[in-house]
C-alpha cells in the first residue's frame, strides 16, 4: 500500500514535471497539437505500465521520450529512411549565413526531413549528448553528429534557398 | 591538426558540448570565433522557437486519464442513449483472425473497456473528423454529428481513432479498425445490452455501437450516406 503510494506520487510529479516538454517534442514530431497530446497521453499510460522498468527514477526524460519515439513510430508507419550517414569528415560547410527571422524558424524546422528533424529535437528540446541521440536512434555517435551538422546546416541553408557555397557569386555581386 | 573546417562541423554537431580540440582552436581562431557567435545566436532563436504554447490542463488530463484507467473496472459503464465507435487505424499489423464478425463484438467490448469515453467532453475540430475520415479513405460529403471526443485507440491491427458523436438518432461513438480482411459485406453482434454493426470501408472496418439495434441501423445508414469510402 505505501509502496503503492509512493509509486502515484512519483508518476503524479513526473507528469507534471515532463508532460509539458513530452508535448513540444510530440509537436514538432507529428505537427498536429491533437496527434501530440494522445502521444503524450500514451507515452505515459505506457509509462505507467512498465513504470519498475524505468532504470533511472531520478532521470526519467530519456525513457520518457524514448516511449514517446516509439509510440510515434507507431502511429505512423514509419519507411526505412534511405540516409546515408557519411563521415562527418566528408561534409563541407558552406560559408557564413544567418538564420531566418524567428516568425519563419517554425516552418524551417517543420520543412526538416524526420531523419534530420529527429536527432535536432532530442538535442535542442532533450538536451541529450551526440552520444545519448545515438543511443535512442540506435545509430552510431559519427551518425548522430552528421545528422545534427546537416540539421543546422539546412536551416540556415534553406533561408538563401540554395546550399552551394556562394562566394563567387558574391564577389561577382559586389562588383 | 585542428583546422577551421574541423571547428565548424564540431559546433554545428553540438554547439554546447565543444571538445577540447575544438575549445583550444577557438580560442586563437578570430573567424572561428564569429562563426560560433552567429551559430550561439541562431540555436538561441531556435530554441526560443521551439517552446511553443503547452494546452491548458495537458497534466491533469493526463493524471485523469491514468486515473480512470486504474480506478474503473472494464466492465462497468456510463449510460448513453447510443454510441458509434470510430477509429482509423495506422498501424497496419495483423491482429485478429479473418473472421470479420470478430470486429462487431470487438467494438462492443472496446466501449465496454473505455466507459470514461462516453462521459468526457473533448470537442474536437470537425475539420480533424474530416481528416481523420480522409486518411482512412472516407471523404464527408455532409455532417454525420457534432464531435463530442476524439481518441486515438489501440484496435486490432493497429492505432485506431474513437470518436463519439451526437447525431439526428442519439450520441454515438465510432471505431475505424484498419485490416486487410477484404470480406464485403457487414456483420452484427450484441453483447452486454449494446448492439454494433461493423462494415468494410476505407483502409479497414468501422463499426458502430449503439444501445439498440434501431439506432445503430439508423446511424450506421448515416455513415453510409454521408460518406464515400475508398474501397
Known sequence: MLLSIGKHRTFEHTVRAFSADLFRFALWLCRDRFVAEELVQETFSRAWSAWESLR?????????????????????????????DEEIEDLAIS????????????????????????????????????????????ISEGAAMVRLTRARQALRGLVAGDDAPRRRRRGNDRG | ??????????????????????RKHLAACRACQDFARKVDADDKRIAAA???????????RVLLRARSRRLRPAWRLMAVAATVVLSIGIGLKTWLPAAHQDYAR??????????????????????????VLARFGGELQAPVGKVRYMKL?????????????????????LL???????????VEARLRGFAATARRAGAGWYAIVTE??????????LMQRRVSWRI
Not at chain 1, 524567428?102 to 526538416?112: A, C, N, R
Not at chain 2, 573546417?5 to 554545428?12: E, P, S
Not at chain 2, 439498440?212 to 445508414?221: E, L
Open chain 2, 153 to 173: 485507440c489501440p484496435v486490432p491491427g493497429g492505432t485506431g481513432w474513437h470518436i463519439v458523436l451526437d447525431t439526428e438518432h442519439g450520441t454515438a461513438t
Open chain 2, 212 to 221: 439498440s439495434p434501431q439506432s445503430r441501423d439508423a446511424i450506421d445508414a
Open chain 2, 176 to 186: 475505424l479498425i484498419p485490416g486487410r480482411d477484404r470480406s464485403a459485406g457487414s
Open chain 2, 50 to 60: 521551439l517552446q511553443v504554447a503547452v494546452p491548458e490542463g495537458l497534466a491533469e
Open chain 1, 56 to 84: 533511472d527514477p531520478g532521470n526519467p526524460k530519456p525513457w520518457l521520450m524514448r516511449i514517446l519515439r516509439n509510440e510515434h513510430a507507431r502511429l505512423y508507419e514509419r519507411k526505412r529512411l534511405d540516409y546515408c
Open chain 1, 95 to 138: 560559408d557564413n549565413r544567418s538564420l531566418a527571422g524567428e516568425f519563419e524558424i517554425g516552418q524551417l524546422i517543420d520543412s526538416l526531413p524526420l531523419s534530420l528533424r529527429e536527432p535536432f529535437l532530442l538535442q535542442t528540446l532533450g538536451g541529450f549528448t551526440c552520444a545519448e541521440i545515438a543511443e535512442q536512434l540506435e
Open chain 2, 106 to 131: 470487438f467494438a462492443i467490448e472496446h466501449v465496454l473497456h473505455e466507459p470514461e469515453a462516453l462521459s468526457s467532453h473533448r470537442l474536437a475540430d470537425p475539420r480533424e473528423f474530416g481528416t
Open chain 2, 1 to 22: 591538426m585542428f583546422h577551421c573546417l574541423d571547428f565548424r562541423r564540431a559546433k554545428l554537431a553540438d554547439p554546447t558540448r565543444l571538445p577540447g580540440e575544438a
